[in-house]
């Protein structure tokens, strides 16, 4: 039963984002589909992220409710219907719409999950065993890019999505199966509910809500506009070659489980701004035309942004005290419509300046990020940060 347990949760890390980013190999096609228009191919993908920071707060009320597994079940089967409407989508506003609806499904799966492992394991086992999920959401949102690239390659994007629906629906099958019913523990009815206002006030998880959509502006934007680059001369790569440097994101399956260890030793501001620097080196190395370099550069930038990601959460979820849950509920809400920002926003600068410029927007933001959060990643004198309890990453994948 442990045995499948954890395979469980580790579908439902494949399952949260296998789709949420799997447009960015099919851009290339998509916008030729739109009409060249990078902005509004760009939001196919941002309609997505913006679905899950509108869900994200609301996912654990609805867990509170009706049950943690039941929440992870129906959403993972859920999520399966948007999926199939995507490739029937009749024009790209459709499209977005498909995917915004998707969107708001996936929280109630990774939101809850991690909830769900927090409950059922011991502290000390529960660590190892989100360490197994975060490893699943990172290697879900890999096979989603690779998959729809693959497909799309031969039997255009509309197939695409459809092979990625009808995996979501045995994943979804798997996890009703594997996953035992939970704890639940219930919350008292008449428990009063953390004022979100305060949370905005206190510098600490002010500045760590603007890192977090910073991180998440950057990662998407990169790998989205990553895309339309190599898809054009001299490269002219096609959907199935440029699902494959989505490779890069599995050295973070390796990587990232170390980052707790730096946190350790130099501290969460420090680590932040180390892991910007690798990011935003990467980023200057996919200037250079080879593309061997361009995949070194990739591997940096996605690495430096997962341990970048791993200290801001870590801090997020040490530093907000009892007011852990609302607090990463933010957080959560505002790494996700950064996202959303990143798939357009960087499309003027596309426009403008192409690919070098979109390096130089992504390096802003890097450089602000670890600005911030070297000010403000200080725990309040007053409060205790409780490492021996802290809750696991949420999100996982970026």
């Not at 989508?89 to 499904?105: D, F, H, K, N, S």
Request: with cysteine; glycine share 12%.
């Amino acid at each position: 039963m442990i045995n499948r347990r954890r395979i469980a949760v580790t579908l439902a890390g494949i399952a949260a984002f296998i789709n949420l980013y799997a447009p960015q190999s099919l851009l290339p096609l998509l916008r030729d589909w739109i009409g060249n228009d990078a902005a509004r191919a760009g939001l196919i993908v941002s309609a997505g992220t913006f679905g899950v920071a509108i869900a994200a707060p609301f996912a654990g009320l609805l867990a509170d409710r009706f049950g943690r597994r039941r929440v992870i079940v129906i959403a993972a089967f859920l999520a399966v219907v948007p999926g199939l409407l995507a490739g029937l989508a009749p024009t790209p506003e459709a499209l977005m719409l498909i995917r915004l609806v998707q969107g708001l499904c996936l929280p109630g799966i990774f939101a809850v999950t991690v909830a769900y492992i927090a409950e059922e394991w011991p502290a000390a086992e529960a660590r190892a065993v989100t360490a197994v999920y975060v490893a699943g959401t990172i290697g879900g949102g890999f096979c989603g890019r690779l998959l729809s690239g693959v497909v799309a390659e031969f039997a255009g994007w509309r197939w695409a999505f459809a092979s990625l629906a009808l995996l979501q629906l045995a994943l979804a099958l798997l996890i009703r199966v594997w996953l035992p019913p939970g704890r639940d523990i219930p919350r008292l009815r008449g428990t009063p509910r953390t004022p979100l206002l305060p949370l905005l006030l206190r510098p600490g998880l002010r500045g760590a809500y603007a890192t977090g959509f910073l991180m998440l502006f950057a990662l998407v934007g990169g790998f989205t506009y990553i895309t339309l680059h190599l898809s054009q001369a001299p490269y002219s790569l096609g959907p199935a070659a440029l699902s494959t440097i989505f490779v890069v994101y599995l050295a973070g399956i390796v990587i990232t489980p170390y980052s707790g260890r730096l946190l350790n030793a130099y501290g969460h501001a420090k680590v932040l701004v180390m892991a910007w620097a690798f990011g935003v080196t990467g980023l200057l190395l996919t200037l250079f035309p080879p593309l061997p370099v361009i995949g070194v550069g990739l591997c940096l930038f996605s690495l430096g942004l997962f341990i970048a990601q791993t200290a801001t959460t870590s801090f997020v979820s040490e530093s907000a005290g009892l007011q852990r849950g609302p607090a990463v509920g933010l957080y959560v809400t505002c790494y996700y419509l950064g996202g959303s920002a990143g798939g357009v926003i960087p499309a003027v600068v596309w426009h403008w300046a192409g690919w070098p410029g979109v390096v130089g927007l992504m390096c802003c933001a890097g450089g602000i990020a670890a600005l911030i959060g070297w000010r403000s990643f200080r725990f309040p004198k007053d409060e205790p940060h409780p490492v021996e309890d802290a809750v696991p990453e949420v999100g996982g994948e970026a």
